[in-house]
């Protein structure tokens, strides 16, 4: 399954997983060390505990391209015909 790191509480992560956006707190040390807000992640959720965390490289940098992409959008304004 993927989740997203939402932010940082303490020794927590907040994880906002599937469409429903929930929100789950995970341990930062179950994290990879250079995990960050915004990273993407692929992770089991075995007996309603997360395992086999890894950072989801291609989903992270799509997500960045998207919302750059955006942003660019926004900046140039709305297009006149």
């Known amino acids: 399954m993927k989740a997203v790191i ?9 994880l906002v997983i599937g469409e429903e956006e929930r929100q789950i707190n ?5 994290l990879p060390k250079e995990a960050k807000e915004g990273h ?6 075995v007996g309603g505990e997360p395992h086999n965390i ?15 992409d955006k942003m660019a959008a926004l ?3 709305p297009e006149t015909g």
């Open 6 to 14: 939402d932010r940082f509480e303490g020794d927590y992560a907040i």
């Open 26 to 30: 995970v341990l930062r040390s179950l």
């Open 40 to 45: 993407w992640l692929s992770l089991d959720i």
């Open 54 to 68: 890894v950072i989801d490289e291609h989903e992270t940098d799509q997500v960045k391209k998207r919302i750059a």
């Open 75 to 77: 900046r140039r304004g």
